[in-house]
């Protein structure tokens, strides 16, 4: 098993070994908890964006994934296109795909393997957009889809081991540690819970139910040996292989692989940092380059949207999109400051920020510009920010008014650094509100 892949492909050729192997010994089934794009640009800019991914998952065996969040992060049509070129299956319960081109994936599937017969229900986490029921990704990109809350749905299936027939239950879920074990305590019907979302390394019981996790971006494979006597599923050993370490490979997939790595265009130098940039000191980088680029008073930027640090040196195209992989928009807003601090003091957004200051005090939040002196409501901000921040707090922003603009923010940047400032320095720099 593994989860929260992120566009990762080069320890697959790692996984098909090992899987190949242990076929030679016994019955295996290989399973995804979610999340498989996102993260890695030769997989989310590639001409068919997340190919890569579903093409080596294809090839290194995977049996059955469930939807995680970030599938939708292309928007649907792209993700019907993956969906079909898929030889494994998907499961999630808790979408319904009829008012979109996306094929109705299974709530569940029963699995065969020479005479065992396990079932496995997929089930996604909903708490991309407060007051309503979507995946954490953007609002837009899954607007002709429907979802519900997991905790809807799962009393359904209660009885789904005995109608099935199956030798084991299993939920595979994209729903993070926390809520994986509330499914456990609050819907006890499961043999065990294969998880993602929360990348975290899980392996322990809660209400007699085996939990799993193993991190993300392919750093570890999880081995569950069960044993099946008289209708009921022991765990025998489990065991969670670090990739990184592990030294055989099937060759004909590192081949593979090694001709979608082989993208010379990311491999461009387009800046040079001073110092290793943590994801802090990004948010001072990438809130001041919006800003000078676009021309704008100032810019915020979610901390979630930054996924990558920055090494010291040559600074390339591909440490651009790893940071920022999300395809996002960037879009120009003008706010008075009065609108600006409705927005936070309403929705207690966290934000890195660049061209003013907002302090807490105790009548609410001040502002300062740049020259350090307090602004009053009625004055005006011209703001540049990608567009997944107005699609989630869409009533604190008039798209009507806004000024969208040609490039992505990944792009925006990579264009800073090339036509204004080449140079990153931030070190220590911390402009997180």
Known sequence: MFNDPHGQLDNFAKIKHIVDAEKEKTNVLLVCGGDIFSGNPIVDQYNKKGYPMVDVMNRAGVDIAVLGNHEFDYGVPILSNRYAEAEF?????NVNTSGSELPQPDPYKTLTIDDLKITVLGLVETNGKEGEVIPSTHPWRVMDLEFQPYTDVTGQYQNLKTSENADVYMALTHLGEYTDKELANDFPYFDLIVGGHSHTFVNEKVNGIPIFQVGSYLSHLGKIELTVKDGEVEVIETDLIDLNEYTEVDEELKGIIDAYNDAPEFEEVVGYATSYLNTTELGCFYTTALKEYMGVDASFQNGGGI???????????????RMDPFNNGSVVFTMTVAEIKEFFENTGAHMHISGITLENSGSGIIIYNESGDEMNDSETVTIGINDYIPAVHDSYFNYSGADIKELTTAETIIQYLKTVNSTVDYEGCDRYF
């Not at 299956?89 to 319960?93: F, L, R, T």
């Open 89 to 93: 299956d998907w499961v999630c319960a």
């Open 307 to 321: 996924r990558a640090g920055i090494d010291e040196g040559d600074i390339t195209a591909m440490e651009i999109y």
